[in-house]
């Protein structure tokens, strides 16, 4: 999750809250890629998960130490490290992600992830340290699971007993993979998020990682898929609003508003807002703060607190994915750079989902997280559809012409080989571990932590 902002300036009306949105709009000639994943650290030899000061905080203070990252600090304690527009944070079960820069191209997207990784591998292998990525955690319990020393993660731990049901599972046992996105305009983020909404359950039957829930199978392609779908109704889902005449920057904020408050962030620490209306906080109201107004950074913060499917900051974030291995890292940022960088494939995807209704957006949702490929789309196949779709993506990123540097792909469309082969054969990353399960490993599940380390 983020890292908190500060200063901005006082709200003094409702139009700054729009205005920080507009405030994302670039040239297309500026538009960035910034690749996000989170995975688990456990040890080796017990299988169990890190702790902080047992395997976070040394880590982080090496990633400072030995490869000059910047410290991030709350209440003393290192949460976090900055270095070069990207940083490293950590999930309050202890995973560990990675939020990288905005750069231009998969490859130098691709490049960010493949240093990061081997930056945290060189520092935790001699600790005894491995990292794995998948979409839950296989066999820990939620009493194994450490608690990270953040003040958010104490007020959303607690909330989160209120609203839905499975709130500390998506807190402490689920990893993502995510890519954000920039926009031009109002029209073109408009168009973009409801491409991305209406597909972000083709990314996660694409990624499917999370067959598996403490110990045994789960009967979902995606287990985590499922958890977000059973979570706080006000601020996740898949935003019906959106696809309605009207829609734009406006419209996005008055949802935010809407959504309740966890926290304001004051001083390095975090105050309780939990279920407070920020509508009340513009106006001098919040009774956390009595007569104080925010600041921009407190909007900022409040929108890392909704959790739609696919979310506007300053730019767009898809949500949608499981985490995984490194191999198939890189494969999101470019399924979703090919859709929604190139207008010909941008239009192309439009029109695919143009029509499709609210009540068909979320069955798609539903079964696309508990069939993944084999689920059905508006009468075809999941998996035709994902082809077409694909198809798409390669199309945009061949338009692109982003070469490798030493000449050897001609275009980025290159990182979209390994859901090729997921497509050709009708194997998603969770049917693969399910028939290791039932094969080679006998149900012996404990066998997935050495086979799909980093």
């Known amino acids: 999750m983020s890292i908190p902002q500060s200063g901005g300036g006082e709200i003094e009306s409702y139009d700054q809250l729009v205005e920080y949105f507009e405030k994302g709009n670039k040239p297309k000639s500026d538009w960035r890629i910034g690749t996000e994943h989170e995975k688990f650290g456990y040890f080796r030899e017990t299988q169990k998960p890190i702790g902080y000061e047992n395997g976070i905080k040394p880590i982080l203070n090496a990633l400072a130490d030995k490869f000059g990252w910047e410290r991030v600090l709350e209440d003393g304690k290192i949460i976090g490290c900055v270095k070069d527009g990207a940083n490293v944070s950590l999930e309050p079960g202890g995973q560990l992600e990675l939020s990288g820069a905005p750069v231009e191209s998969i490859f130098e997207t691709c490049d960010e992830v493949g240093d990061h990784l081997k930056q945290v591998r060189s520092i935790a292998e001699p600790m005894g340290i491995d990292f794995i990525g998948l979409g839950t955690a296989p066999i820990w319990s939620h009493e194994d699971m450490p608690v990270m020393p953040k003040g958010r993660y104490r007020l959303m731990t607690d909330y989160m007993d209120k609203v839905g049901t499975m709130g500390k599972v998506m807190m402490y046992r689920t990893t993502t993979v995510q890519v954000n996105i920039d926009f031009s305009s109002e029209a073109d983020m408009v168009k973009k998020l409801r491409v991305s909404l209406a597909l972000q359950p083709i990314a996660n039957a694409l990624f499917a990682n999370s067959p598996f829930f403490e110990g045994k199978p789960n009967g979902w392609q995606s287990w985590r898929g499922n958890v977000w779908n059973n979570l706080d109704p006000a601020r ?189 054969n009708g194997q998603s990353q969770s049917d693969e571990l399910l028939a290791k399960f039932n094969g080679a490993w006998a149900g012996d599940l404990s066998k997935i932590y050495a086979e799909y380390r980093y």
């Open 236 to 424: 996740t889902g898949m935003l019906p609003f959106v696809f309605e005449d009207g829609m734009g920057f406006s419209r996005y904020a008055d949802f935010a508003l809407d959504v309740p408050m966890y926290f304001v962030y004051r001083d390095g620490k975090y105050i309780d807002a939990r279920g407070m209306s920020f509508r009340d906080f513009l106006k001098g109201e919040l009774p956390a703060l009595p007569g104080e107004k925010p600041q921009i950074s407190d909007w900022a913060d409040h929108l890392t607190t909704c959790f739609p499917e696919a979310r506007i900051k300053k730019f767009m974030e898809m949500r949608g994915a499981d985490g995984g291995p490194w191999s198939k890292l890189c494969a999101l940022p470019a399924f979703w750079v090919g859709i929604l960088y190139d207008d010909q494939a941008l239009d192309a995807a439009y029109q695919l989902i143009d029509g499709w209704s609210a009540e068909m957006r979320q069955k798609l949702r539903m079964d696309a997280a508990k069939y993944g490929l084999r689920a059905n789309v508006n009468g075809q196949s999941l998996s035709m559809f994902a082809k077409q779709i694909l198809d798409i993506s390669a199309g945009g990123l061949s338009s692109r012409g982003y070469a490798s540097q030493n000449g050897k792909h001609a275009d980025e469309s290159f990182f979209l080989n390994p859901l090729r082969e997921i497509l050709d």
